[in-house]
């Protein structure tokens, strides 16, 4: 039995928990099932009704129109925990103030540094992590652990240890983007995890800026950042310095590790593509590789869908035989998984082409909320994968251990790796 025959079976108040089930279990074909018979899936629910699309036309359409489908659900999960953020507004002086000064200090010109940072990161990570067995788990030792160091290396918020850093990423970004069953222990977890932030950044902030003073600070982004406050007309104050230095570590590890894991896992199951990659990465040829890396991606994204929350009726998929009017105040699962997928648009989308052009990801997303650090993640997620497979580690472990387990949660959690024989 499809999702749609079990979907339309189940009673209104089932619908929601067994979408979200499926979308977590295996989204692809639920998603492709979707896209030819229902590509706009109206999902009643209480308090407010869910939709999702599924069309790259169409989800590229919502995510133009941010005065609709707003980001409006984010606020009150973020501003608790990192105070107002561009992620949680739109069309405001956080987008327009905010992400502009950001954007201008994680400079293009940085990128052949990052990743050679990337490189040399993963490189310990792997050695220190290999247990006595030989055995790599790549999440609990590679792919969290790197996109963590690269925060304080680059962007120069290292935090006061890996733990805390660690606790602080997932559970904002827990809250924030996959608690959307409000369970009030999650939303706690993010709160106390910004006031700790806060308390943390408030005296480490000031001694960046005296080395700053002293002509002895690490040139970093938060180092630029702090040499660069405006004048307070801008109103780019210490508090928007510290609520977006938070911001560099909330999106930045889980998404990045789920990136990195899953695409390895992709890979391990098309032995060609693993053998023509691994060849590409001994050759030194990044952009190569790289097209192997997000193109497996595309067969197993690190995040399905986005949501948005509905501030006026709309028609999607107006002027096609697919047009559904969706009222205000739904919540919109926009899904970039789906969209990258849709073979309306590109024929050979269900084929395995590592040379597709860039154009068509969207594992960055799309639109105004395009991810503020899309260029290091460019870098950090192909380079990382690719150090572990020039490490040799190419082969699943045996049984359950060799398979990504996300352990009923919403990240990867575990995922162990052998070399090859």
């Given at each position: 039995m499809?999702?749609?025959?079990?979907?339309?079976?189940?009673?209104d108040?089932?619908?929601?928990?067994?979408?979200?089930?499926?979308?977590?279990?295996?989204?692809?074909?639920?998603l492709?099932e979707?896209?030819?018979?229902?590509?706009v899936?109206?999902?009643?629910?209480t308090?407010?009704?869910?939709?999702?699309?599924?069309?790259?036309?169409?989800?590229?359409d919502a995510?133009?129109?941010?005065?609709?489908?707003?980001v409006?659900?984010?606020?009150?999960?973020?501003?608790?925990?990192?105070?107002p953020?561009?992620?949680?507004?739109?069309?405001?002086?956080?987008n327009?103030?905010?992400?502009?000064?950001?954007?201008?200090?994680?400079?293009?010109?940085?990128?052949?540094?990052?990743?050679?940072?990337?490189?040399?990161?993963?490189?310990?990570?792997?050695?220190e992590?290999?247990?006595?067995?030989?055995?790599?788990?790549i999440?609990?030792?590679v792919?969290?652990?790197?996109?963590?160091?690269?925060?304080g290396?680059?962007?120069?918020f290292?935090?006061?240890?890996l733990?805390?850093m660690?606790?602080w990423?997932?559970?904002?970004?827990?809250?924030?983007?996959?608690?959307?069953?409000?369970?009030?222990d999650?939303h706690?977890a993010?709160?106390?995890?910004?006031?700790?932030?806060?308390?943390?950044?408030?005296?480490?902030?000031?001694?960046?800026l005296?080395?700053?003073?002293?002509?002895?600070?690490?040139?970093?982004?938060?180092?630029?950042?702090?040499?660069?406050?405006?004048?307070?007309?801008?109103?780019?104050d210490?508090?928007r310095?510290?609520s977006?230095t938070?911001?560099?570590?909330?999106?930045?590890?889980?998404?990045?590790?789920a990136?990195?894991s899953q695409?390895?896992?992709?890979?391990?199951?098309?032995?060609?593509?693993?053998?023509?990659?691994?060849?590409?990465?001994?050759d030194?040829?990044?952009?190569?590789?790289?097209?192997?890396?997000?193109?497996?991606?595309?067969?197993?994204?690190?995040a399905?869908f986005?949501g948005r929350?509905?501030?006026?009726?709309?028609?999607v998929?107006?002027?096609?035989?697919?047009?559904?009017?969706?009222?205000?105040?739904?919540?919109a699962w926009?899904?970039?998984?789906?969209?990258?997928?849709?073979?309306?648009?590109?024929?050979?989308?269900?084929?395995?082409?590592?040379d597709?052009?860039?154009?068509?990801?969207?594992?960055?997303?799309?639109g105004?909320?395009?991810?503020?650090?899309?260029?290091?993640?460019?870098?950090?997620?192909?380079?990382?994968?690719k150090?572990?497979?020039?490490?040799?580690?190419?082969?699943?472990?045996?049984?359950?251990?060799?398979?990504?387990?996300?352990?009923?949660?919403?990240f990867?959690?575990?995922?162990?790796?052998?070399?090859?024989?």
């Open positions: 499809g999702f749609l025959a079990t979907f339309d079976a189940v009673p108040d089932k619908k929601l928990l067994l979408t979200i089930g499926a979308l977590r279990q295996d989204p692809i074909p639920v492709a979707l896209r030819v018979q229902r590509p899936l109206q999902i009643p629910a308090p407010v009704n869910f939709v999702l699309i599924t069309k790259r036309r169409d989800v590229q995510l133009n129109h941010h005065s609709v489908f707003t409006q659900p984010y606020q009150p999960k973020m501003d608790p925990s990192v105070g953020f561009m992620l949680a507004r739109d069309n405001t002086v956080f327009q103030r905010d992400k502009g000064i950001m954007k201008a200090l994680i400079q293009q010109s940085d990128m052949g540094q990052v990743r050679v940072k990337v490189a040399e990161l993963a490189c310990k990570a792997i050695t992590g290999v247990g006595a067995d030989g055995r790599l788990d999440v609990a030792q792919s969290r652990k790197v996109p963590i160091q690269l925060t290396a680059y962007f120069g290292p935090g006061p240890d733990d805390a660690l606790r990423s997932r559970a904002t970004q827990e809250d924030m983007f996959y608690n959307q069953l409000n369970d009030p999650i706690q993010n709160v106390q995890a910004g006031a700790e932030m806060k308390a943390y950044l408030e005296s480490y902030l000031l001694e960046q005296d080395a700053i003073g002293n002509a002895t600070a690490k040139d970093s982004v938060v180092t630029r950042l702090l040499a660069m406050i405006p004048p307070k007309e801008i109103g780019f210490m508090t310095v510290m977006n938070m911001g560099l570590l909330v999106g930045g590890v889980e998404t990045t590790s990136a990195i695409a390895i896992s992709v890979l391990l199951d098309q032995p060609d593509h693993l053998a023509s990659a691994i060849q590409a990465a001994q030194g040829d990044d952009q190569k590789f790289d097209g192997y890396v997000w193109e497996a991606l595309r067969f197993y994204p690190q399905p986005v929350l509905m501030s006026a009726d709309y028609i998929g107006a002027g096609s035989d697919h047009a559904t009017e969706v009222k205000a105040g739904t919540f926009l899904s970039h998984a789906s969209a990258m997928m849709d073979e309306s648009i590109e024929p050979d989308a269900g084929e395995f082409r590592p597709r052009p860039d154009w068509w990801y969207m594992h960055l997303g799309y105004p909320h395009r991810c503020l650090g899309d260029q290091v993640s460019q870098q950090q997620v192909p380079e990382t994968v150090q572990i497979f020039l490490a040799g580690y190419t082969k699943r472990a045996e049984g359950p251990a060799g398979q990504l387990d996300f352990k009923q949660g919403p990867p959690e575990s995922f162990t790796l052998l070399k090859s024989d």
